[in-house]
């Protein structure tokens, strides 16, 4: 196994993983294995089809629904408030 010494972290992002880490119930250096594993992960051809099939779900389920330009300018008003 590679070992990896990193440099110069800024004092407010190691205090942030230490915090992470304590939630996790995982030492720091386990927090940041587990940072880097999910940095790294790559999407496999699976987990596009699940997110294609999601897509076409939600497709299927929102087809009927149209929105006018009256409630959407109603709606930007409301969120304005």
């Known amino acids: 196994m590679a070992t990896v010494t990193i440099k110069n972290i800024p004092e407010e992002i190691y205090e942030k993983i230490k915090l ?10 386990s927090e940041i ?3 880097f594993e999910h940095a790294v992960q790559k999407r496999t ?10 897509a076409r779900k939600v497709r299927e389920l929102t087809a009927h629904y149209s929105v006018s330009d ?3 300018t ?4 409301e969120g304005r408030e």
């Open 70 to 72: 009256e409630e959407i």
């Open 20 to 29: 992470q880490a304590r939630a996790n119930h995982r030492s720091v250096n």
């Open 74 to 77: 109603r709606w930007k008003k």
């Open 33 to 35: 294995i587990s940072i």
């Open 45 to 54: 051809p699976d987990d596009v089809r699940v997110i294609l099939e999601r």
